[in-house]
């Protein structure tokens, strides 16, 4: 199985209808808050991983046109984002193509909405970034990784690397 491309996807905000006016979606980098490490018996230093937590990640949509469903997007109150794909795989046993689903399942809170500029006969040029809180991400059915800061969950190929943290911490 070759991996060739993402066939389509489409954008669901609050369990609503797709949201028809995005261009494409910015997925938030997944990186460790770390420490630098020194001090005496290591040669030089380095940064260790505060595993289990991740700094602030950031969730973009770019719209290409202005529309109702932007509403949501406005409000003060958290978001759910639930994006879902169509990858585009080659079969090269078989000599065919197929589509497998993958889905990114996002929970946050709106940080901004740039209006952006308008042009004639252009694409309206305005995004809107998501403080990401909670995030799935599943493929061809399965839970490749989910992390929720809130509730102290972060599970890797059904492994919950934070449970001994949720232990030590009594909760």
Known sequence: MFPEKINDFRVFANDKPDLLGITDAEFPELKYMAETVNGAGILGEYEAPNYGHLESMKLKLNWRVITNELVDFYKPDSI????RMA??????????REITPSRVL???????????????????????EVEVYYIKLE????????YDRHNYIYKVDGIDYSAKIREALGI
């Open 139 to 146: 493929y061809d059915g399965k839970v490749m990784l989910e």
């Open 106 to 128: 996002i929970h946050g809170s709106v940080l901004g909405n740039p209006m952006g500029k308008v042009a004639k006969g252009s694409p309206y040029e305005a995004s809107t």
């Open 80 to 83: 759910k984002i639930d994006l």
């Open 87 to 96: 990858n585009q795989i080659y079969d090269i046993k078989n000599r065919k």
